[in-house]
Every structure is written in C-alpha cells, then in structure tokens.
C-alpha cells in the first residue's frame, strides 16, 4: 500500500514541460514545481506528440482546460456550526460533446489532480470513441468524518453552484471515488429541481428506479476483464488456471477478480485498505466478496494466509490488477513485479517512471485511459437510455459494452505495433488524433 511519489517523475513533470514543449508558458493558476497530476499528462501528451502528423498543430489545446471552476461549498454541519468545503469542476476539452467524467470525495484531491483526471477522460472517451468530451469534478472532503445528512447538503450545494456548467448536452456527471448512486440521486433531484424539470440524463451512475443503467456497476470491472483475455489471447497466455493478483477489491477490482475466477483463472493474492490476502492455490472469490461486503474489507477473511501488505508487489503471477488508487505501481514496486500483464483498474495508478521500468522489462501494460472504459462506454449507454426514455435489457447491455471495448483495444493494439509504442503511447494516438480532428473540423470561434 504505497502512495504516489511525487519525486517519482522525470524532469518533464516539472517546470521543464512549459518552456521545452510548449509554444505557451505554463498555466499561471499551477505551482510549476508541484504539478502533480497534471504533470504526468502533461509528459503523456509531450509523448505522442510526434505521431499526431499535421494535427500537431493543434496539440497546445490539450494542454490546457477549456473551463475550471472552483466554488464555495457552505454548509450548515448536525452542530450547527458553518463549514466551508473547495469544490471543482473541470472541463479540459469538448470538442468532440459534452463533458463527461466523475465527482470524487476526497480530502486530498485537488485542482491539478481535477485537471488531469478530466484530460484523461477526453482521451478515456475518445479511446472507446463515444461521443463525449473529458470532465471531472470533486469536492475537498473526508466523507467518513460526516453525517450522510451532511454529505447530501455537500452534493446539493455542490451540483447548484456547478449547475452554470453541467446539464444533460453540456456535461454529465458520474459517480467516481468515495461517491455513489446515492449521491447522484441528490444530484439529479438537485439540478431538476433547479431547471423546473425532471433531468435524468444530467448525471449517470443513478439507480435504476431513477433512469440508471442496468448492468453499470459491472461495467469498469467486465471492461478490465474483457480487455485483459483480448491481450492474453495475443501474448499466448491461456486465461484457464492463469494467475492473477488484484489491489483494490471494491466495484472494479471485485467484479474483475470474479469474471477471472468464473473464467477459471486463479486469484492468488487480494490487498485493499485493510490487509492483504493470499493463497497459493486460488482464493474463493465469491466467498472473499461475501466477506468484503460483511465486514468492509478483506482482513480477517478465514480461507487465506495473510500476507504483509509490502510483500504483495513480488506476488508470483501472471496477471496484476491495480484496481486503488494512484501512483500505487511507482520506482519502488515496479521492479518487484513478476506480472507478464498490468491492467489497470484504477485510474493513473502507474508513474511514468514505472512505466518506463515495466516497459523495460518486457511487461505489457493495459493503460487505465483503455482498461477502464467500461464505466464511460455504459454510462453513455445510460445518458442514450434516458434520453429516449426507453431501456434495453442486461444483455443487450453487455453485448454492446463487450464490442465496443474488444473493438477498440484491437485498434489500439494494431497503432503499437504500427508505431512499435507502448499500448498508452497508442491510445493517446487513437484518442488524441480523434479530438484534435474534431477540433480542426469546428474551427476556432471566432
Ligand atoms: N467505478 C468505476 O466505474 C470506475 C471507472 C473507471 C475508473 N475507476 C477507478 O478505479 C479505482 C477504484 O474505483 P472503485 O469504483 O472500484 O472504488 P471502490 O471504492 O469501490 O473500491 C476501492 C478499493 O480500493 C481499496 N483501497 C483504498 N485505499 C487503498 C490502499 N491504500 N491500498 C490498497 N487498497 C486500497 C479499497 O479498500 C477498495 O477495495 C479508482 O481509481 C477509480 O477512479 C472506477
């Protein structure tokens, strides 16, 4: 359970980027020596520059969001006391539809983490080729110190003061770390009650009874699996009794764990916040995921040997799912991984310089902006389903999820062997070639 270092990144993501890649300097709003995030794209971008051919023109506008807005979220706390919460809400690029991309709850999260999580989903979007721009929001807060009263006044004010900038064909929110159907049932209710109408497609992510999507909670963790045995029927590695280690076994990392298990793979090793799980022979994972949903996490759970938390990155597997937080695979776990595969689950979980480790090591990378689509591909299935009004079964659901990320992870996988990049390196070429197209194609107004 390491975190991300912030000194694992090369000089790029620092105050070099500005002035070395950028015909502009560096965003005045931004700490050029604590970039974060945002760094990391922005040496992503930095690194697929060179095959955008004539569309590289137009690469300065990746660089930089369209919009961010920053709000005042007061509320009056179970004490009556007053307090004041940060909140965000970015839209790095739409050009290609309306913005897209969840609301995360976490004390920590910030501008330059907002910033680059919005990026990465107008390539997220791009890659699978739905039709949205990239967007994301969060609010400063740590939602286990609050009331579930107070938590609902954070999201009510929080959809109202964003409410200038979001709505069903501007931008959309969905639910990201530590946010949930619940919270966008109040925000929808929210920002209907603010239009004077009823606005299912405003946010999706929402329970069924209110327009969500049958088949949405699965949706990241079947996009990581179905991802997972297209690159391991390329690579040659047989999915039947492959072994596979997963940190992070909540919606994504649990519902990945199971598909593997059902497709007779062998989940040997399981770490989340609480502890780290092992056994050598395959973990019952229907029997961990009724433990998780018991107890809160994996500790504890009888039919395992329990592991030191550090030990988990030298697993002995074929498959390794980061399916947390950020940074987890950085310059100090990297070298201990024995995986012939990394699919990341989780969004931003591996450091340029890790990337850079694994690459080397002849271990191929499934990137997040790829992986991950699953959620995005079935919310839009969602913002479709509510906007007619009229919804398909859990089949129909999974079949078209199913195509459109096998059909996009073959594209992908053709530009890398085209260009002899990493799988990251020729999803932002797909994705980003696609945005700069569209924006080409609209003109620059006025
Ligand atoms: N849910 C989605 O549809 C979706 C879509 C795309 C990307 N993601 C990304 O996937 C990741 C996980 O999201 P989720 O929806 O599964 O969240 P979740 O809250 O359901 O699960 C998070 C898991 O991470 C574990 N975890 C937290 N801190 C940890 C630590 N320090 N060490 C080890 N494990 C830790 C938790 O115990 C839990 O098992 C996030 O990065 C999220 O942005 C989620």
């Not at 209110?210 to 699965?218: A, I, K, P, Q």
């Not at 009724?290 to 550090?310: I, N």
């Amino acid at each position: 359970m390491t975190h991300s270092d912030a000194n694992d990144q090369s000089p790029h993501a620092g105050k070099h980027i500005s002035p070395k890649h950028s015909t502009h300097p560096l965003l005045s709003y931004l700490d050029p020596e604590h970039l974060g995030p945002w760094g990391i794209y922005l040496q992503q971008v930095d690194r697929v520059t060179p095959y955008l051919g004539h569309l590289a023109k137009w690469v300065e506008t990746l660089k930089r969001p369209k919009r961010a807005l920053i709000v005042d979220i007061p509320i009056e706390l179970d004490n009556g006391t007053v307090a004041h919460f940060e909140g965000y809400r970015v839209q790095h690029n739409l050009s290609r539809g309306p913005g897209k991309g969840g609301v995360r709850f976490h004390q920590d999260v910030t501008l330059s983490e907002v910033m680059a999580l919005s990026a990465w989903m107008s390539v997220k979007n791009a890659a699978v080729n739905v039709p949205y721009g990239g967007a994301k929001g969060g609010v400063r807060i740590d939602p286990r110190k609050y009331s579930q009263n107070e938590l609902e006044k954070v999201a009510r004010r929080y959809t109202s003061e964003i409410g200038l900038i979001i709505g069903p064909t501007k931008d959309i929110p969905a639910p990201d770390v530590n946010t949930n159907e619940k919270v966008m049932a109040w925000m929808m209710d929210t920002y209907s009650q603010n239009v004077g109408a009823t606005a299912t497609g405003v946010v999706t992510g929402k329970p069924i009874e209110l327009g969500g999507s049958l088949g949405r909670r699965e949706a990241t963790g079947r996009g990581v699996f179905t991802v997972g045995v297209e690159a391991a029927k390329l690579i040659g590695l047989p999915i039947d009794g492959v072994r596979v280690a997963i940190q992070g076994f909540g919606n994504v990392g649990g519902t990945a764990g199971k598909l593997f298990a059902e497709a007779g793979a062998k989940v040997v090793a399981v770490q989340d916040h609480t502890g780290t799980v092992y056994r050598d022979g395959g973990l019952d994972v229907e029997a961990l995921l009724a433990h998780v949903r018991e107890t809160g996490g994996v500790s504890g759970f009888g039919k395992a040997d329990v592991m030191a938390d550090d030990e988990f990155w030298g697993v002995d597997c074929d498959i390794l799912i980061p399916a947390a937080l950020e940074g987890q695979v950085n310059k100090d776990t990297a070298p201990r991984i024995k995986a012939k595969m990394v699919i990341e689950g989780a969004n931003g979980p591996t450091t340029p310089t890790a990337d850079d480790i694994l690459n080397d090591k002849g271990v191929l990378v499934l990137p997040d902006v790829i992986a991950n689509a699953g959620g995005v591909t079935v919310s839009y299935f969602e913002w479709v389903q509510d906007f007619s009004s009229f919804f398909w079964t859990e089949d129909e659901i999974n079949q078209r999820l199913v195509k459109i990320m096998k059909d996009a992870f073959n594209a992908v996988w053709q530009v890398a062997q085209q260009h002899k990049v990493s799988l990251r390196t020729a999803t932002f070429i797909v994705a980003c070639s696609r945005i700069l197209q569209a924006r080409e194609l609209r003109g620059l107004y006025p």
